[in-house]
C-alpha cells in the first residue's frame, strides 16, 4: 500500500494491487520525514480494466494515476484498490507522495481508542472495522459484549467502544439522533443500563412507558439484571407535585404548562396565591371570587347577604364579598376563570395527588428513576420536578462554595426521549427553560442531559450547541441531516452515509475523542415491553380466541342450521355470550375454514360437526 498523487497535511490517497479497503478503517502511514502518521479511509473505491481510472475526475485525477503507474502498477490491466485518508490529527507538512501505508497494531491505536478502563467507563459498542487491531488487544478488552446482527447475538471481534463518562464533567451533554426504526431507542436502553451499572443517579422522562428494565432480552449467567437498579413511577399514581411545597412560580409554571397564561392570569396567580395554600383552598378561594365577580357589583353582594337563609349561606356570602372589594380591579373575571379551569385540568390528570420525595430517595440511593405519563403530563411535571432537583444539587453546591450548610444532593443525568416537546426549536415551553438553563450551566453543578429525538432540526439550537457528545442514527430527512452536518464534525462522506445506516449502526461524534466513530452499539441486556411485533400479537390473540370459541362450542356440536337460535339461547345461558344468527353463523364459519370443524351439506341445509 502506497501514498499517490497529489497530498496535504489532512488528506491523501493510497493505491494498492493486494488489499481492498473499508471504508473507516484506520492505517499507519510510515512518513520518512514526519514519522508514523494515522489516517482513517473516509472513502473507497475499486477500479480494473473494464472501468478506466480516468472516467471519475472527481476521486482520481492525472496526479493519481501518474504515481501509480511510476509505483509499477498497470492501470490498464491491474485491478486497483484506491482509497482517500483523512489524518486523525493534521500533519506539519504535506504526506510524503510514495511513503508506505500498512494497518496498525493494536499497541498505536490504544491511546486513541480506549479512552478508560471498562470498570470506569460505559462499554456501549464496537468501533467498526478494527477486527485487525482486536486481535492484539488486552485480555481484559475481550469477550465483554454481544452485538445482535442478522437476528442472532454475535461475539466480540472488534475493539469495544468505552464511553469516559468523566469527561463529561468537561464535554457535558449527550443528543441522540436517528429515524424510526434507526435503532435509536435501543441505543437508548443500553447507555441507560450502563448508567445502571456505574449507580449514576438518573431521572428519565418516558413518553412512550418502554423504559423498563425488569424482562431480560437473554439467558447468560454473565449478563447482569436490573431489577433494584431502577424504578417506573407513573404521574398521578406514585409521584406528583405537593401543592403545599410549591412557590407561585412553581404555580405559574405548572398552570402554563396545562395551558398558556396571559400577564393578566399571572396577576392573579401572584395576588390570589398563598404561602402554603392547599389545593383545595387556593381553589376555594378563585372560585369564591368568581362567583362574586358573577353577582357584578356590591350592592347584589350586600342582598345576597341579606336574604340568606341561615348563617352558614351569610357567612359564605360575606367572604365572597371580602375577596370581591379586594381583589375585582386587580383580578379580571376571565382571568380568575381561565385560572381555575387550568387548575382544574391539573387536580383532575392526578397532578397534585402525590409528592416527588421517591424521586429524590431514589437519586440519593444512586438509582435510575423511570417517570412515566402523557407527553402532555411530563411537560407539566418536568417543569416542576427539573426546577426543583436542579436547585436542590446547585444550593448544595453554592452552599460548599460559601462554606454555610445544605443538606447533601448527588449530582445526577437527566435523559428524555422525543426531546424536541420538551425543548422545541421557535417557540417557547415551560420544561424548555429548565432544560437550556442547564445546557448552559448545569456542567459546574454536576447535572447533565441525555436528549433523544427523531428530529434534531426541531430541537432548540441553544441545548443543540451544547450538547459535546452525539450518536447519530439512520437519518432521511435532508434538514435533519443538514443540522447534524452544522453540529457535528461529520465529513461529506460521512452524511452521505446517513440514509443508509443499519440498524444500530451508529457515528459517534465526541468532543473528548476529538473525531467522529463509526461504530455498532452492543445488544441490550434487558428488552422494551414493546418489543413483540403487532402482527405476532394480532395472530396469536386471534388463534387465543379462536381456541377459546372452539372449547366453547365444542359441545354444542353437530349443529344443524335451523338449530342456530336455540345454540345462541344456550350459549348466552351458559358463557354470557351476546350473539345474532349472523355473528354466530358467520364464527362458526370461520371456525371450519380453518380447520377448527367440518361444514356439510344435508337436506335440511348447512351442518356443523366436529372435524
Sequence with gaps: MKVVGITTQQEFFIGSKDRNFRINEFLIIED??????????VEAKTYNRYIPLNIYGDFVDNSVLESLKALGYDVDEDTIYIAKVR???????????????????????????????????????????????????????KNILYTFEEGKLITQKELPYIMDIRSMHQYPHIGVFGGSGSGKSFGLRVLLEELMGQGIPTIVMDPHYEMDFSQRAF???????????????????????????????????????????????????????????????????????????????????????ENARDEEER????????????????????????????LRRLGNDGVFSKDIREIEDGLQSGKLMVIQGSTRILQVFSTYLLNNLYHKRREYKDALYKRTHADYFPPFIIVTDEAHNFAPKGYDSPSKSILKEISQEGRKYGVFLILATQRPTLLDETITAQLNTKFIYRTVRASDIQTIKEETDLTIEESKRLPYLRTGDVFISSASMGRTIYARIRAAYSTSPHVENPFDELKSRTKAEDEKFYDIILTKLPINETDLINVIIELEKDHSLKLTIDSLEDRLKQMSSKGYICKEETIFGYRYKRS
Design 32 to 41: 520518512s520525514y514526519q514519522g508514523n502518521l494515522i489516517g482513517e479511509v
Design 87 to 141: 489524518l486523525l490529527n493534521e500533519a506539519l507538512y504535506p504526506v510524503q507522495t510514495g511513503s508506505d501505508a500498512r494497518l496498525p497494531r493494536f499497541e498505536e491505536v490504544k491511546d486513541l481508542m480506549i479512552k478508560t478502563k471498562k470498570e470506569d467507563g460505559l462499554v456501549l459498542g464496537v468501533i467498526r472495522n478494527t477486527d485487525d487491531m482486536a486481535e492484539e488487544m488486552d485480555e481484559d478488552l
Design 219 to 305: 439467558e447468560n449467567e454473565n449478563i447482569p439484571g436490573f431489577e433494584d437498579e431502577f424504578k417506573c413511577l407513573q404521574i398521578g399514581i406514585h409521584v406528583g407535585v405537593k401543592f403545599e411545597d410549591i412557590s407561585a412560580q412553581d404555580l405559574k409554571n405548572l398552570l402554563d404548562a396545562a395551558g398558556r397564561l396571559t400577564d393578566s392570569m399571572s396577576n392573579v396567580v401572584d395576588v390570589l396565591f398563598k404561602r402554603r395554600d392547599s389545593y383545595t383552598s387556593f381553589s376555594n378561594r378563585l372560585q369564591m371570587l368568581a362567583e362574586a365577580q358573577e353577582e357584578g357589583n356590591t350592592s347584589k353582594l350586600e342582598a345576597r347577604i
Design 315 to 342: 357567612k359564605a356570602w360575606k367572604e365572597r364579598k371580602e375577596l370581591f372589594d379586594s381583589f375585582d380591579k386587580s383580578c379580571p373575571y376571565s382571568s380568575v376563570r381561565g385560572i381555575a379551569w387550568r
